[in-house]
């Protein structure tokens, strides 16, 4: 702190949230550098045919000095395109790809080239491509696993966020909340008291989007409103006023013309956001209770797809040297199979999560 010319003292401000981005920018471009290198190094020993006969212990020591440098710069790449694109989780998510690339392309590509001398070689490139890409993998699912949780915690504040551009406010009711089923419109917040013996949902007790006549939508009940008293404590609040415009066209009849279209209507709009109080905790327990359910079956999938790709890739093998079908089969393990579906899992999360809010509140269908 200094004192300013006032006599008054100024403070430093350091924004912190922006240092930290700058500081993985710099990051980032190094360790993709880091990265960089590894990962060529490993194509080069590959595809340069080197391991296509015995390797000495030096080629084997610097392939995993190359693997080690290929981690580091893959998690250090990871980790700060995270924090410099952290709004942006499709981002990390193209990253989780590169590591799932990294975790089944290596071992593709050691098995078409690998001599039975140099399976040793071949399993360092394998294991450190794995050690990055299950790192990587690893990551971007806490990263994933941060955006479900900041979506269901930040649930009640979208729908504030909602009721608030509808105009609505906090209901005040005297009986107890009933979480067990859904209120009907005349119990919503601006179904006005002072109409409710002219609604013609009220009287028939069915929800006003099901008969497709109520209270905010027919010009001759809002027309019956405003004659009824003059009083401003019966007038309809600011978020479901009608322009002049909508009376002038009005019905003689209630029923017989609507001036908005129920999805632009607050009672319904609150009707929706009520939908997906109750939808949004179901989905989660319901994608949980579905993934277990289906994991034996889709064990088995794998484990017949893993069949299938060894039995291919050694029918068109053009060395009957190489061992093709047994590096594939490597993938068939419980730990390959329980990292992939956790992960698979946690994207199908947060995808169901984000197409239940699409389809409840901004499309309406549901």
């Not at 008969?211 to 027919?218: A, I, R, T």
């Not at 047994?326 to 419980?334: H, N």
């Not at 999560?353 to 269908?365: I, N």
Request: hydrophobic share 50%.
């Amino acid at each position: 702190m200094r004192q300013g010319r006032g006599g008054g003292r100024s403070t430093l401000k350091i924004d912190f949230a922006q240092k930290l981005r700058d500081y993985s920018v710099t990051a980032m471009k190094l360790a993709a550098v880091a990265f960089a290198i590894g990962f060529a190094y490993y194509l080069y020993a590959i595809y340069g045919g080197h391991l296509s006969e015995a390797v000495g212990q030096r080629v084997t020591s610097n392939l995993r000095l190359m693997g080690q440098v290929m981690a580091l710069g893959g998690i250090i790449f990871t980790i700060s395109l995270i924090i410099v694109t952290y709004e942006e989780i499709a981002v990390a998510v193209v990253a989780g790809l590169v590591g799932v690339g990294l975790i089944l392309g290596f071992p593709l590509m050691v098995a078409g080239k690998v001599a039975p001398a140099a399976q040793a070689a071949g399993t360092i490139i394998t294991k450190w491509a794995a050690i990055t890409g299950q790192a990587m993998v690893v990551i971007v699912g806490f990263r994933i696993l941060i955006e479900i949780v900041n979506y269901i915690r930040e649930a009640p504040a979208r729908r504030a966020l909602m009721a608030e551009a509808d105009g609505l406010k906090p209901k005040k009711t005297t009986s107890a909340a009933r979480s067990w089923r859904f209120s009907r419109c005349w119990e919503m917040p601006y179904c006005h008291e002072a109409i409710k013996d002219l609604c013609p949902a009220f009287k028939n007790r069915k929800n006003c989007w099901r008969l497709k006549q109520g209270c905010n939508c027919d010009p001759h009940l809002i027309e019956s409103l405003l004659k009824r008293g003059g009083s401003t404590d019966v007038l309809p609040e600011r978020g479901s006023a009608y322009i002049r415009s909508d009376l002038e066209t009005g019905a003689h009849q209630a029923g017989t013309q609507r001036t908005r279209e129920c999805r632009n209507c607050p009672i319904f709009n609150e009707h929706q956001r009520e939908k997906f109080r109750l939808l949004n905790p179901l989905m989660i327990a319901g994608t949980i209770v579905a993934l277990a359910a289906a994991y034996p079956i889709m064990r088995a999938l794998y484990a017949r797809f893993i069949e299938f790709t060894a039995a291919l890739a050694q029918r068109f093998a053009l060395s009957e040297t190489v061992p093709v079908a047994q590096w594939i089969e490597r993938f068939d393990s419980p730990a390959v199979w329980t990292f992939f579906y956790v992960i698979v899992g946690l994207l199908l999360l947060s995808y169901v999560l984000k197409a239940v809010e699409w389809a409840v509140l901004k499309r309406k269908f549901i």
